[in-house]
C-alpha cells in the first residue's frame, strides 16, 4: 500500500512539473511564438517569459521576425526585343505580424521567391535590352513596389530588391562590344571634323581680318596722299595764280623764276640718282643761267634797287652752244 502510493506521489510531482514546464516558455529576442488552443490561433507571445495554459494550449508557430534574405536564382528572360538574358537576385525582408506570415500563407519563402521571379520575368519583359542594362534602379524600384504590395496581406515588409546579375548572350556580348567600339570611333571622327572645321574657321576669320586691315591701311594711305596731292596742287595753283598776276603786270621775271625753280628741281632729282655718276646736259639748259639773273633782277626790283646789266659773256668757239640771257 505504502509502495503505490510512493509511486502515485512521484507520478503527482512528475505530472505537476511537466504542467509547469508546458506553461511557461521562453521566448528569445528576435522571434515570437503563436499560441494555439485545441489548435486554433489564440494570440502571439512577444520576446521574454510567457505564460500558457498547460494542456489546453500549444505553440504554434515560430516565427522570425528579423530582416531575412532570400536569393532569387538565376532564371531565363526575353526581353521586348527577344533578346534572352540571365538574371539573377536578392530579397530583403521582414516580418511584421505573425500571426500573417504564419497562417496566411504556406511556405512563406517559397510564395516570396516565386513572386518576385514572377515579376521579375514581367518587368524585364516590357523593357528592351538596352534599358535593361542601364536601368537597373529603375528595375529594382518595379519590383520592390509590386512585390511589397503583393506581400502586405501575408504580413511582411519587403524593404529591398536587387537585380544581382544581367547576363546577355556570349554573341550578344560580342556585337555590343563592336557597336560600342563604332559609337566611339564615329564620336571621334566627329570631335576630330569639329576641330578642323573649326580651325579652318578660325584660319578664315583671321585672313578676313587681316584683309580687312590691309584694305583700311591701303585707303588710310589713299586718302593721306589724295590729301598731300590736294594740298601740292593748292600751292601750285597759288604759285600759278602769282606768276600769272606777275606776268599780267607785265613782270616777266617772274615767269624767269618759276621756270628756273622748276629747272632747279629737275636737276636734284637727277643728281640724286643712285646710278648716275656722269651727267650729261643738253646745250640748251644753259639757258637757266638767264633765268638765274631775271630771279636776281626780280629780287632787286622787289627791293627798289635796279637791276644791274648781266656781263658781256667771253667770245666762244664756232659751233659752242649759244647763251644769252634775255
Do not use: C
Not at 49 to 60: K, R
Not at 81 to 97: H, P, S, T
Not at 213 to 228: F, I, K, P, Q
Request: charged share 25%; aromatic share 6%; net charge negative.
Amino acid at each position: 500500500m505504502e509502495d503505490s502510493m510512493s509511486i502515485f506521489v512521484v507520478i503527482l510531482i512528475g505530472f505537476v512539473v511537466i504542467t509547469l514546464f508546458k506553461g511557461v516558455r521562453s521566448v528569445p529576442q528576435g522571434f515570437e511564438y503563436t499560441v494555439e488552443r485545441f489548435g486554433r490561433y489564440t494570440h502571439t507571445l512577444p520576446p521574454g517569459l510567457g505564460f500558457i495554459i498547460p494542456w489546453v494550449d500549444a505553440i504554434g508557430r515560430k516565427m522570425n521576425m528579423m530582416e531575412q534574405v532570400l536569393d532569387v536564382p538565376s532564371q531565363d528572360v526575353i526581353t521586348r526585343d527577344n533578346a534572352v538574358v540571365k538574371v539573377d537576385g536578392v530579397v530583403f525582408y521582414q516580418v511584421l505580424d505573425a500571426a500573417k506570415a504564419a497562417y496566411e500563407v504556406a511556405q512563406l519563402e517559397i510564395a516570396i521567391l516565386n513572386l518576385t521571379m514572377t515579376n521579375i520575368r514581367t518587368v524585364l519583359g516590357s523593357m528592351d535590352l538596352d534599358e535593361s542594362l542601364s536601368k537597373r534602379d529603375e528595375i529594382n524600384a518595379k519590383l520592390l513596389t509590386v512585390v511589397d504590395e503583393a506581400t502586405h496581406p501575408w504580413g511582411l515588409k519587403v524593404n529591398r530588391i536587387e537585380i544581382k546579375d544581367i547576363q546577355p548572350p556570349r554573341d550578344l556580348v560580342d556585337s555590343m562590344a563592336r557597336q560600342m567600339k563604332a559609337e566611339r570611333e564615329k564620336r571621334a571622327n566627329i570631335l576630330d571634323a569639329e576641330g578642323h572645321r573649326a580651325a579652318e574657321i578660325l584660319r578664315a576669320e583671321g585672313e578676313k581680318q587681316a584683309a580687312i586691315l590691309e584694305a583700311e591701311g591701303r585707303r588710310e594711305a589713299a586718302y593721306r596722299d589724295a590729301e598731300a596731292r590736294e594740298r601740292l596742287a593748292e600751292a601750285e595753283a597759288k604759285a600759278t595764280t602769282m606768276v600769272s598776276q606777275a606776268i599780267a603786270m607785265g613782270d616777266v621775271q617772274a615767269v624767269n623764276y618759276f621756270v628756273a625753280q622748276k629747272y632747279v628741281e629737275a636737276m636734284k632729282e637727277f643728281a640724286r640718282s643712285p646710278n648716275q655718276k656722269t651727267l650729261l646736259l643738253p646745250m640748251e639748259s644753259t639757258g637757266i643761267l638767264g633765268a638765274l639773273a631775271g630771279i636776281a633782277e626780280l629780287a632787286q626790283a622787289n627791293r627798289g634797287e635796279a637791276a644791274p646789266k648781266a656781263p658781256t659773256p667771253p667770245p666762244r668757239p664756232a659751233g659752242a652752244a649759244n647763251f644769252r640771257v634775255e
